[in-house]
């Protein structure tokens, strides 16, 4: 480790978040405590641990005067931690999905409004030229386009609120020298 902030001994916890909405989201979320002194990593902190011993350390193993109800408390903490961490990524994708939800509805009743009023103008000058044989054809293409939009408004509706799932978390005892 280049850094002697990051030397010790850690207990890292690594989630996995994802969401289904509107957007689709997945996220790992990292969570981390130094064991020798007790500080609290940041998820960049502990991240960079993680990712650094993963591509340049080795199986280690005879580390065994550890206290596991130590290890354990700890554990929990990261844990919760990483809960929190959870909760509010969701808040924040719940946001950013209603956002989105609301912007892509609003487009899709500006586009209505507008084929809406191209129907009127069309009808009437097939009324107007005496034209009416054309209007069942003209119906029933509106009366199909607004299902469309319909079914789409509902599907978005529905997205609206996403489906968070928070899946496995890893603990990984790393030694950084």
Same mark, same amino acid.
């Not at 010790?8 to 689709?24: R, T």
């Given at each position: 480790?280049?850094?002697?902030?990051?030397?010790?001994?850690?207990?890292? +916890?690594? $989630? @996995?978040? /994802?969401? =289904?909405?509107?957007?689709?989201?997945?996220?790992? %979320?990292?969570? !981390? &405590?130094?064991?020798?002194? +007790?500080? $609290? @990593?940041? /998820?960049? =902190?502990?991240?960079?641990?993680?990712?650094?011993? %993963?591509?340049? !350390? &080795?199986?280690?193993?005879?580390?065994?005067? @550890?206290?596991?109800? =130590?290890?354990?408390?700890?554990?929990?903490?990261?844990?919760?931690?990483?809960?929190?961490?959870?909760?509010?990524?969701?808040?924040?994708?719940?946001?950013?999905?209603?956002?989105?939800?609301?912007?892509?509805?609003?487009?899709?009743?500006?586009?209505?409004?507008?084929?809406?009023?191209?129907?009127?103008?069309?009808?009437?000058?097939?009324?107007?030229?005496?034209?009416?044989?054309?209007?069942?054809?003209?119906?029933?293409?509106?009366?199909?386009?607004?299902?469309?939009?319909?079914?789409?408004?509902?599907?978005?509706?529905?997205?609206?609120?996403?489906?968070?799932?928070?899946?496995?978390?890893?603990?990984?005892?790393?030694?950084?020298?």
């Amino acid at each position: 480790m280049e850094n002697s902030k990051n030397k010790g001994l850690f207990l890292i +916890g690594v $989630s @996995l978040m /994802s969401a =289904e909405g509107i957007i689709s989201y997945e996220k790992l %979320l990292f969570n !981390g &405590k130094n064991i020798d002194n +007790g500080q $609290s @990593l940041s /998820s960049d =902190e502990a991240k960079m641990i993680l990712l650094e011993a %993963l591509n340049k !350390g &080795k199986l280690w193993v005879e580390r065994t005067n @550890l206290n596991y109800q =130590e290890l354990s408390k700890i554990a929990d903490d990261i844990m919760i931690t990483n809960f929190l961490c959870y909760e509010k990524v969701v808040d924040d994708i719940e946001n950013q999905n209603f956002d989105k939800a609301e912007m892509q509805k609003a487009t899709l009743q500006r586009h209505f409004r507008l084929k809406e009023s191209q129907y009127y103008e069309t009808r009437q000058k097939y009324i107007d030229s005496h034209n009416e044989r054309m209007l069942p054809a003209l119906e029933g293409k509106f009366t199909i386009l607004k299902q469309k939009i319909d079914d789409r408004l509902l599907k978005i509706e529905k997205n609206k609120k996403i489906k968070p799932e928070k899946n496995d978390i890893c603990m990984v005892l790393v030694k950084a020298v």
